[in-house]
């Protein structure tokens, strides 16, 4: 280690270290437990992400707000290239290692009562663990090789937990769709890291991307903006970049490759949670906090375009859905589409302040949705019903039922939605306002972002709206259709109530600002707020929040008018843009017409090949030798054999008469010589 750095300063990165070790620990000792079903793993796991917990307050508390600390020893040596792993901690790395960990507790000490039953109970947390592990290590690693290494690691362990339940055959296909898709990401990032290696010959994340990085597009000095002294040659810089989008589109699930995020809902829903609030998705935006400084306007502006119609097109989408953890998956592929767009834009701060944000209410979110579809399934169990636990169509009233996790529902919504004294009104209302002013006087298309992103947010609304009107408002459907069904809930014991009450605090304002309506006043904004930070000197910063307030309280009441006062339109459920939204765009079946079917032709037609032509060739080759080497051995037992055996019969014959002559009998010798006379004498006369 770096030891000029002073001793409590170093203390401070063995914290981050034993942080980030202690659910390998935990994963360790759940491998070794016996049985399938040992409850000691589930709380072998939640201790440690509870230690993991308290060790990244005390760090975050150590490097918040003060000069990053960059430890590092040298890992080994290539020719003359040696490279370092270390551990960078800046405000990037504490804010995500404290979220990553307070997220991950409350899912797990849910995860020891909605897992309960399982039969595969050790299993899940021993996956959970290695999760929480990879994650936590991705975000302290200083080098790109060992941040591609846990990179990698997040996506296997996501692999594992989406398909944990393997015997279903939607949770395989779900968790190989995931891992494929992400494969690609992972090709783009690799290349990117080869690319930045030949060309600057480090891996280091300071080196390469810190303040006046070698690769930082542009950097203040003396308050002037001044070009680095080293760039990207220019092809290397849209290659590199290309790669990077594609690796926070697939982890992120941004467009075009989204697809996996919906599907991956066939794990557990804490699982989801987790996935979907701090971990999983989440690496992709951090990634881009990370090599931020690499990107130019023209790449900054594609960001924003790509973030933007994702937010948008994942909006629409979860407006017909029905399954209530697909809608909330949508929902999160529309977020994380404000964030990227965020980033485009220069919202930097906004974009990472939303990301903590979100990973409250979303979390919130999914581990309602698990205890409204535990109890759902608990009533189809009981009644013996053909329904799916997770179509909202089914549900209807629940707030009087479960009125715990009504409130925590309402909260969450709202702080998704980004209604004033929530959290999320705090973030969302500040990368809109940035989008306006990040277009104010540029060529009218530029408009089309933060109006796109004003829809995307109205849209949220009404999806939201319809999710909880449908869940809590209202009748109880399945007792509207059949009366005599035994209903039985509640919110669940401590173990449930605890973690949404954890969460639900956190969705709140005072959390993150002490004053509710000025994003700005936001600890986590005014940490990463660069030079370009705009103080309220437009009519933005009025104008915007008040039209989304009014139009997002006008909407959740026309969805609630809609599906539950039923006195005003319902929509067309057989048009174009009905269909286009239910059949989320299309999407996928394009890729399973345009891309998958292709394959799997060229994948039979290659195996057709191989089998009845290349096999066939080899086959016919195979006969034809066999045939020859029977012909071969006929003629060499008959033939070649037989002339032998003819040979030695004829000499034989010819030795056995020859040998009667030498039997030492005098009358046999005068026999002999009498006859060779006389066969003379005939010979001669014959002549």
Known sequence: MNTSIPYQDISVAYYALAAVVMPLIAFLINVCLPGKTNKASGWVSTLAIFTSAVLSALVFSKIWGQQPLHLQQLWFTIGANKLYAGVLLNNLSVILLLLVSLIALPVHIYSTAYMSHDASYKRYFTYLSFFCFSMLALVVVDSMYLFYAFWEL????????????????????????????????????????????????????????????????????????????????AVYQYIACIGIMLAVAAKSAQFPLHTWLPDAMEGPTSVSALIHAATMVAAGVFLLGRVYPIFNTAELNALAIIGCFTAFMAATIALTQNDLKRILAYSTISQLGFMIMAMGIGAYASSLFHLVTHAFFKCLLFLIAGIVIHQMQHIKEENNLDIDPQNILYMGGLRKKLPFTFIAAVVASLALIGLPLTSGYLSKDGILIQAFEWSDGKEWYYRMIPVGAIIASILTAFYIGRLIVKV?????????????????????????????????????????????????????????????????VNMYHTIIPAFALLINILVMYIAYSIYVKRNTFTFDQTGFFFRLSYHEWYIDRFYHLAIVKPILALSNASSWFDKNIIDGFINLLKNIVLVISKITAWIDKYIIDGFLHLLTAIVQLIGNFARNFQSGKIQYYLFSMLAVILALFILKTLI
Do not use: M
């Open 154 to 233: 997040v996506g296997f362990s996501s692999y594992l937990l989406i398909g944990f339940w393997f015997t279903k055959d939607k949770a395989v296909y779900a968790n190989k769709k995931a891992f494929i898709i992400n494969r690609i990401g992972d090709i783009g990032l690799l290349v990117a890291i080869i690319i930045l290696f030949t060309q600057f010959h480090t891996a280091d994340i300071v080196q390469l991307f810190g303040d006046n990085g070698l690769v930082a597009q542009s950097f203040i000095k003396n308050g002037i903006w001044v070009a680095p002294a080293t760039q990207l040659p």
């Open 472 to 536: 809590f408002f209202g009748e109880f459907r399945l007792q509207k259709i059949n009366p005599y069904i035994h209903i039985h809930c509640n919110d669940g014991g401590w173990q449930f109530k605890l973690p949404l009450l954890f969460l639900t605090v956190c969705c709140l304002f005072p959390l993150f600002s002490l004053n509710p309506l000025v994003y700005e006043h936001a600890w986590i904004f005014n940490a990463f707020s660069g030079p370009g930070f705009l103080e309220r």
